[in-house]
Every structure is written in structure tokens, then in C-alpha cells.
């Protein structure tokens, strides 16, 4: 996943937005963010709803759990934080919203789950603008091929099947060949 570690820092930095990554199980979200964390050295700013003791903490200052470890830095550099699995919070919109609205000058904020993290639902606080969104998926196109082989651009893969040379040793007399 080292291909996804420059658009989100650019994200997180640049644009100044949350970065929510969603996929299923087992696809490594928890490990990207943790290494996320790690290249700023903030390891212990991951908090899992899953977590009794993330979640009490989260519940009791919901406005500073990040800094009860660490007081946040002094002048322009950002604390990185991440909260895996938050949209099991009955109001984690809301609460995203604010801590983001509030903090965004002092956060960089990165929020994963298995769950569906696209806010673009019916009523409740929107995050319209505040985040950017990416799936992940237990395989990519590359992991799918054979070493070594080729990976077409969608023009590439045009042109290669409208350039070809028509199959050769197919049924005469416009036939339909059946498969079974």
C-alpha cells in the first residue's frame, strides 16, 4: 500500500481534509494508518472504537482525547491523529464534524472502518467537503496479473484488441460454437 501513502499525506497536508478509508475486512486499513502514524512518529494517537478504553476516553473529553497523551505541538505543525472504526458511534458525524470544525488548524485526522464511511446519506450533520474518501480492496489489478507481466492503460488495451489479428481456428460457416 506504499502507493497510497503520497495522496493521503497530500491530502491530509495540502488540502487540509480528514481521509477516510473503507474497504472490508482484512485489507489492511488499521496498518496503513498505523504506518501513516508512524512516518510522524504519532503511534500513540490511534484510537479504536473497539477499544474500551479508546472509546471511554473518546466519550469523556470527547473535544481532547487526542492530547491526554501529548499536548498538541506549538505553531504550524499538526498533530496526526486516527479512529479506526468510529462510525459505530450512534453520532460519529456530528462528533467528527465538530472535533474537524474546531481543531483542523492543529489536526490531521484519518478515520477508517469496515463499514460504510460515505456520509452522503439523508439527513444528519453533513462532512460535505471535509474528507476524502478511499476504498480499499483485497486485490489490485497488478496483484491479480503474473509477475512481469503488463499493465495496459485502457487505450493500450484498445488498441491491442482492435489491432489484433482476428482469431485463428474458429468454426466456418457462421456457426455459433457452444461452450458445453
Known amino acids: 500500500m506504499r502507493y497510497l501513502t503520497a495522496p493521503l499525506e497530500e491530502i491530509l497536508r495540502l488540502e487540509n481534509k480528514m481521509v477516510f478509508i473503507s474497504g472490508p475486512r482484512q485489507v489492511g486499513k488499521t496498518?496503513?494508518?498505523?504506518?501513516?502514524?508512524?512516518?510522524?512518529?504519532?503511534?500513540?494517537?490511534?484510537?479504536?472504537?473497539?477499544?474500551?478504553?479508546?472509546?471511554?476516553?473518546?466519550?469523556?473529553?470527547?473535544?481532547?482525547?487526542?492530547?491526554?497523551?501529548?499536548?498538541p505541538p506549538q505553531g504550524s505543525a499538526k498533530v496526526r491523529l486516527?479512529?479506526?472504526?468510529i462510525h459505530k458511534y450512534p453520532r460519529?458525524?456530528?462528533?467528527l464534524k465538530g472535533l474537524f470544525d474546531v481543531h483542523r488548524k492543529q489536526m490531521e485526522?484519518?478515520?477508517?472502518?469496515?463499514?460504510?464511511?460515505?456520509?452522503?446519506?439523508k439527513g444528519g450533520?453533513?462532512?460535505?467537503?471535509?474528507?476524502?474518501?478511499?476504498?480499499?480492496h483485497p486485490f489490485t489489478a497488478r496483484e491479480y496479473l503474473k509477475p512481469n507481466r503488463p499493465?495496459?492503460?485502457?487505450?493500450?488495451f484498445w488498441n491491442s484488441v482492435t489491432q489484433s489479428p482476428a482469431p485463428t481456428g474458429g468454426r466456418r460457416g457462421g456457426g455459433v460454437a457452444r461452450a458445453f
Open 31 to 71: 496498518t496503513l494508518v498505523q504506518a501513516l502514524l508512524e512516518r510522524v512518529g504519532e503511534s500513540d494517537r490511534y484510537f479504536n472504537w473497539d477499544n474500551e478504553r479508546h472509546r471511554k476516553m473518546i466519550l469523556k473529553n470527547p473535544d481532547s482525547f487526542w492530547t491526554l497523551s501529548f499536548p
Open 82 to 85: 486516527a479512529l479506526d472504526e
Open 92 to 95: 460519529w458525524k456530528r462528533f
Open 109 to 121: 485526522c484519518l478515520v477508517t472502518g469496515s463499514g460504510r464511511l460515505d456520509v452522503y446519506q
Open 125 to 136: 450533520d453533513s462532512l460535505l467537503g471535509r474528507y476524502a474518501l478511499f476504498h480499499l
Open 151 to 156: 499493465v495496459y492503460s485502457p487505450n493500450e
